[in-house]
């Protein structure tokens, strides 16, 4: 079981609202990551960072902001949320020093409903 | 365009058969293979990684071969449980290994 957590794990939220998904991890990964995913469909990464002060987009096009202030914490806001933004949103983590053997370790994840 | 494609889309077994699941993929240049498992409402967890020097993965139950010149992988599942019901994602990396392309999965529900 990787050491990565995310809360909340459910949110119901209304239009408008702003709101932040915490991410976090304790196995002094450098990198992390944001993924979307809809319910039977495959992840799509909408933000990373190498390290602390590192945030870079994804492929998928994405309203969301993150910051990486500290290596353990990835929290991913949403300035204004919309029913377009209910999915389920997985946080991720890896080591580059284990080169081609380079893991991501997923947490729980967070289902939000945007109402 | 990277692409992973899975099949079959969904599988239903009895318990104690066994399965194979199938991955193709065209990823360019090619870095790992991983079989991740997805618990329905959970973060995947990883199964089984290959990289190119390698054709067989054990985990287990779960057997995973690569072959990387046609470009394809199988994870193949021993005397199914209960627990084995979840999504199956095959996910290989190009180049840096954080750039990974994703399939869909295969849906497997295993019952009584």
């Known amino acids: 079981e990787a050491d990565i957590y995310q809360t909340p794990r459910y949110l119901v939220i209304g239009t408008g609202k702003k709101i932040t998904l915490e991410c976090s991890q304790t196995?002094?990964?450098?990198?992390m990551y944001w993924y979307q995913q809809d319910p039977g469909m495959e992840l799509h990464l909408i933000h990373y960072s190498y390290g602390v002060n590192s945030t870079e987009k994804g492929d998928l096009s994405s309203e969301s902001t993150v910051s990486r202030i500290r290596t353990e914490h990835f929290p991913l806001t949403l300035e204004s949320a919309r029913p377009s933004h209910t999915s389920q949103y997985l946080c991720?983590?890896?080591?580059?020093?284990?080169?081609?053997?380079?893991?991501?370790?997923f947490g729980p994840g967070t289902r939000l409903l945007v109402l | 365009k990277n692409q992973v494609e899975q099949s079959p889309q969904s599988l239903i077994i009895l318990e104690g058969k066994n399965c194979t699941l199938q991955c193709n993929y065209t990823v360019s240049p090619f870095s790992n293979l991983r079989w991740y498992k997805q618990d329905t409402g959970r973060g995947p967890v990883s199964l089984t990684i290959m990289t190119f020097s390698e054709n067989t993965k054990s985990n287990g139950r779960y057997t995973a071969t690569l072959d990387a010149d046609t470009k394809q992988s199988s994870l193949h599942i021993t005397a199914s449980q209960l627990s084995d019901s979840a999504s199956y994602i095959c996910?290989?990396?190009?180049?840096?290994?954080?750039?990974?392309?994703f399939g869909t999965g295969t849906r497997l529900q295993v019952t009584l």
């Open positions: 996910v290989v990396s190009a180049g840096t290994a954080s750039k990974l392309t």
């Open positions: 196995m002094g990964h450098d990198k």
């Open positions: 991720a983590s890896s080591d580059p020093g284990t080169g081609f053997r380079e893991t991501q370790y």
